[in-house]
């Protein structure tokens, strides 16, 4: 079996503590983690460029958020497993401990896509003022192929 990429995308704007809330759980169970940021003018670019392990590219924001999440599917390598998320959002750790398994059973079962409940957060500053798991689930766990593009319709 071939070896399982895992990456994690996601794109920012002005979220310094929850991209270090984010990146601190995550990035320790991907391969590689790509976020898109809209031009922030806090301090969350310094820390991503500080970082040195986040391939960050800055795509001035153009208020559509599907342009702005195809910009990170654009360099993930096809074949490779993607986790989606916004920085508010955030995944318990038995989710992001199975991660490698649940898409070497996806690529084993010709399965292509995990959903997932996450816990939504905010922060002021480091406190964290609201914390609650979504009664929902979301398919943010995929495998990319070279047509896979992320359509987001708002009423």
Known sequence: MDKVNLYHCLMTWNRQA???????????????CIVIDGCSNDDTIVY??????????????????SK??????KRVPEGSWVLVSD????FPEE???????????????NKHMFGFQCIGMSLKGDEVVHKQLDNYW???FFKKFSDTKIIIFMS
């Not at 929850?18 to 590689?32: A, F, L, P």
């Not at 702005?68 to 599917?73: A, D, V």
């Not at 989710?95 to 079962?109: C, F, I, P, V």
């Open 138 to 140: 979301k398919g943010l």
């Open 87 to 90: 920085p508010d959002e955030w």
């Open 18 to 32: 929850e991209i270090q809330h984010c990146m601190s759980t995550v990035r320790q169970y991907v391969d590689k």
């Open 95 to 109: 989710t992001l401990k199975n991660l490698k398994m649940l898409a070497e059973r996806g690529d084993k079962e």
């Open 48 to 65: 991503l460029r500080n970082r040195g392990d986040v391939d960050l590219q800055i795509v001035p924001w153009r208020d559509n958020f």
């Open 68 to 73: 702005q999440r195809n910009e990170y599917l």
